[in-house]
C-alpha cells in the first residue's frame, strides 16, 4: 500500500506540472514527501557511481531510495500522458474552473505548511522576502528570443531547478526565458542534438540544486521552509482564476470582457480540490500505512 500511497502523490504531482504557473515540487512539499526527494536526488552522487561500478545493484537501489523513485516517477508519467491534453483545452477554453482548482488544493494544505515552522520574527522575514520573490517572477512578462544552442543548456538548467522549487513552475520560468517555444519545437521535431543539451542542462541542474536545497534544510531547517513556504504563497497570484495576460479581474468584469466567469462552476472545482487534498493529506490512514516522516531531516 506504501507503493501505491507514493504512485498517487507522484500522480498529483504531474498533474500539477501540467498547468504552467503550478509546480510539481509545490505538490510534493505539500503532501510531506519534499524533503525524502531531495535525499534520493542528492544521493545520485559519486557513491552512487561507485556502487554501480563495483555491479552491487541491490545496494545502489537502497542508496538512492529506487523504489520511491520509481514510484513517483511512475506516478508523474501516468498523471502527465493521461491528463496533458484534458488540461490543456481546458487552459485554452475554460481556464477559471482549472485555476479555481488549483486554489483550492494549494490553500487547504495552506495551515499544514504553516503548521510545520516554529515561527519567531525572523522566520517571518524570511516568509515575506519568499513571498516577493515569488510574486516578482509571477508578474513578469515573457520575453522573445531566438536562442543559440548553448541557451537550450542553461535553460534546461534553470527550469528543471524551478521545477523542484515549491511555488515556481518550470514551464512558466521557460516562458520568461523565451524558451517555452523552442524547446517544445525542438521536441515536436526530434531535434536530438538541442534535446540532449536540455537534458544535460536538467541533470546537472537537478543534481547540483538538490544538494544545495538539502544543504539548506540541514543548516537552516525552519527558516528554509519558512522561506518555501513564502514562495508557495506569493506564487498563488499565478492562479487567480479570472486573469488573462497578467491582468487580474473581478469575476464581473471577467464576464464583461470575456463573455462568462464560470462562478458557479470554480466554486465548485474549488470545493473538488478541498475534498482531493483533504484526502491526499489522509492517505496514510486511509490505506493503512505508517505515516512518511513529518517535513524535517
Do not use: E, N, P, Y
Given at each position: 500500500m506504501r507503493y501505491l500511497q507514493w504512485i498517487i502523490k507522484g500522480m498529483a504531482m504531474g498533474a500539477a506540472d501540467v498547468v504552467p504557473g503550478v509546480s510539481g515540487g509545490t505538490l510534493a512539499f505539500i503532501l510531506g514527501i519534499y524533503e525524502r526527494l531531495l535525499n534520493a536526488i542528492s544521493a545520485i552522487n559519486v557513491q552512487a557511481v561507485k556502487l554501480l561500478w563495483h555491479g552491487r545493484f541491490k545496494a545502489l537501489w537502497a542508496h538512492i531510495d529506487g523504489s520511491f523513485l520509481l514510484c513517483l516517477?511512475?506516478?508523474?508519467?501516468?498523471s502527465i500522458f493521461s491528463?496533458?491534453?484534458?488540461?490543456?483545452?481546458?487552459l485554452e477554453h475554460r481556464p477559471v474552473p482549472v485555476w479555481a482548482f488549483f486554489n483550492g488544493l494549494i490553500l487547504t494544505a495552506l495551515p499544514v505548511l504553516l503548521a510545520a515552522v516554529k515561527w519567531n520574527l525572523w522566520r517571518g522575514g524570511i516568509f515575506i522576502v519568499g513571498a516577493a520573490f515569488a510574486l516578482g517572477i509571477s508578474m513578469l512578462a515573457a520575453v522573445d528570443v531566438q536562442p543559440a544552442s548553448w541557451m537550450f543548456f542553461v535553460a534546461g538548467a534553470v527550469a528543471i531547478c524551478a521545477m523542484i522549487l515549491p511555488g515556481i513552475s518550470g514551464s512558466f520560468i521557460l516562458l520568461l526565458l523565451g524558451m517555452y517555444a523552442p524547446v517544445i519545437l525542438a521536441i515536436r521535431e526530434l531535434q536530438f542534438s538541442v534535446l540532449?543539451?536540455?537534458?544535460?542542462?536538467?541533470?546537472?541542474?537537478?543534481?547540483?540544486?538538490?544538494?544545495?536545497?538539502?544543504?539548506?534544510?540541514?543548516?537552516?531547517?525552519?527558516?528554509?521552509?519558512?522561506?518555501?513556504?513564502?514562495?508557495?504563497v506569493g506564487a498563488m497570484y499565478r492562479l487567480w482564476p479570472w486573469q488573462d495576460a497578467n491582468l487580474m479581474y473581478s469575476p464581473a468584469s471577467y464576464a464583461a470582457r470575456f463573455g462568462q466567469h464560470d462562478l458557479p462552476l470554480a466554486l465548485g472545482c474549488f470545493a473538488?480540490?478541498?475534498?482531493?487534498?483533504?484526502v491526499l493529506l489522509n492517505l496514510d490512514k486511509l490505506l493503512g500505512t505508517v505515516p512518511e516522516k513529518p517535513i524535517s531531516l
Open positions: 516517477l511512475t506516478g508523474i508519467l501516468c491528463l496533458a491534453s484534458v488540461i490543456s483545452w481546458l540532449l543539451l536540455f537534458a544535460a542542462g536538467c541533470i546537472i541542474g537537478l543534481l547540483s540544486f538538490s544538494h544545495f536545497l538539502k544543504w539548506l534544510l540541514q543548516r537552516c531547517h525552519d527558516a528554509t521552509l519558512a522561506l518555501l513556504t513564502g514562495v508557495v473538488t480540490a478541498v475534498a482531493v487534498m483533504l
